[in-house]
């Protein structure tokens, strides 16, 4: 599904300077705003939380194929942009706030199951996609500008680099795929690095099966929270239990004693989280 963006930029005069405190990088092609919502399949019917409307080129788009759309943008500066570009828009709701200190639940809940749309920078990307991952909001589907790196971290298999939490949770509940490469041009201002446009659609029910959610990612925490380590002595470490124990549960699960935490699929955290919840006469 991975394609690649290479028109050449179309040039917009800035109306406003974009502030490197905020990760500003703003993406002014239409037609790049059409493909995008073509590649997040929202529909007349749906509702949408856009996350960044930045000058509202994505907004506008979002709100001439979807039902209702509520726009989140931090920057005070581009609101008086946004309510002119966005005058014609009915069926748009403009929230000024941090999206981080905002009460989610609460300003969704007028829209029902809802798909969320967002061009994240860079430094938010972790803290803001944990935040959407582990809610419990009707969300329907996720898709998300964030830099390329961020985006294969989501994509990551056991053993890659970028294997970690955010994998394990982007893939437990939903549909990770990069569906388009955007270069770093296609911004004002440029940055140092290329963008992907990651497509998630929220699974039906999670790959594997767990008891205890909790106890899962507990146990998928355990294995990167010391990184190149086993994962017989992260177990020992994150449940305080002898190296006995922590062979006894991996032996039951079939993984090799010496296994590092990072080359354990989903399949193993829920198998070893299966054997966690048995009674220690049992393990």
Known sequence: MNRSYRNKRHEKKEAFHPKRSLGQNFLTDDALFEQLVDLSGVGKDDAVLEIGAGAGGMTKALSARCRQVVAIEVDETLLPILRVSLERCKNVQLVHGDVLRLNLPELT???????????????????LMTLLLTSAMPIQSISVMVQK?????????????????????????YDPQIALDVPACMFTPPPKVDSAFVVMPRREKPPVEVSDEALFFKVAAA??????????????????VPREQAQSWLSQCGIPSGARGETLSLKDFAALSGVLTLPPHSA
């Open 109 to 127: 809940a007028p829209l029902g199951p809802f798909h969320i749309v967002a061009n994240i920078p860079y430094y938010l990307t972790t803290e």
């Open 223 to 240: 294995a990167f929270a010391m990184r190149r380590k086993t994962m017989e002595n992260n177990l020992i470490a994150s449940f305080r």
């Open 149 to 173: 790196e961020a985006a294969e971290r989501m994509v990551a298999q056991p053993g890659e680099d970028g294997y970690g939490m955010l994998a394990v949770r982007a893939q437990y509940f």
